[in-house]
């Protein structure tokens, strides 16, 4: 069975470059979630959509960041004029149901560099 | 402010050698912790879910316990394909939606 998946698995940006991260959750899953996670460190939430709602945005860490879901299902997360402090994994996870109360699905991550 | 502590930041054991892994929590109202394990270059991989205290549940070689104010994740006899992060999370939000808050993690190596 597909699992979420993301893509690219890694991107190497120059400072100053926008960069799209997606992802593509389990088939039929309604909540879908953003974290960012540095080296050493837990995930860190970003954003969550029900459907094609963004309902919570007040991780993402600089109008820099912007993410989309515009038909409830593949997402994208956009970084424009990426920064080096942008540098680390960026997760997806899907949930079935609404607002991602039972097991959360992660992705493999997009490893996003910026030199 | 919600907040997830998890201790020690990295744990070597020698096959067989049992231990504990520890998750301390403030949140208000928690709704549910949860345990994930991550391998590296990997997404984190779900391995429990604990909703109240005195809650227990096991699989395999671990096994998750929760009080008020933590939780444990006890790993018995442990094998070298244990190796990994363990990523300990609480669910918290407002608004009828769970994002997860997580820790650092513990990074365990399981040696032969």
């Known amino acids: 069975g597909a699992g979420v998946s993301q893509s690219p698995r890694y991107k190497v940006a120059k400072r100053g470059q926008d960069v799209a991260l997606r992802c593509d959750p389990i088939?039929?899953?309604?909540?879908l979630f953003w974290y960012q996670q540095a080296l050493g460190q837990g995930p860190e939430f970003l954003t969550y959509?029900?459907?094609?709602?963004?309902l919570d945005k007040s991780g993402l860490p600089s109008d820099r960041f912007f993410a989309e879901r515009p038909e409830g299902s593949v997402s994208t997360l956009k970084i424009q004029r990426t920064q080096q402090e942008d540098s680390a994994v960026y997760l997806c996870?899907?949930?079935?149901?609404w607002g991602g109360g039972n097991e959360q699905f992660f992705g493999p991550g997009t490893r996003l560099t910026v030199l | 402010e919600d907040q997830v502590t998890q201790s020690p930041e990295a744990l070597r054991l020698q096959e067989g050698e049992s231990s504990s892994l520890n998750c301390s929590y403030t949140v208000s109202g928690l709704r549910g912790l949860f345990w994930y394990r991550q391998d590296p270059g990997k997404g984190p991989e779900f391995l429990f879910t604990?909703?109240?205290a005195g809650e227990e549940k096991e699989k395999e070689r671990l096994k998750a316990t929760l009080t008020k104010k933590e939780s444990f994740l006890h790993i018995t006899a442990p094998k070298p394909e244990d190796s990994a992060t363990y990523l300990c999370?609480?669910?918290?939000?407002?608004?009828?939606?769970?994002?997860?808050?997580f820790g650092a993690g513990t990074r365990l190596a399981v040696h032969p």
């Open positions: 604990l909703y109240s």
């Open positions: 959509f029900q459907n094609e709602a963004q």
């Open positions: 999370a609480v669910q918290a939000g407002a608004g009828g939606y769970n994002k997860l808050i």
């Open positions: 996870a899907s949930s079935l149901d």
């Open positions: 088939s039929g899953h309604v909540s």
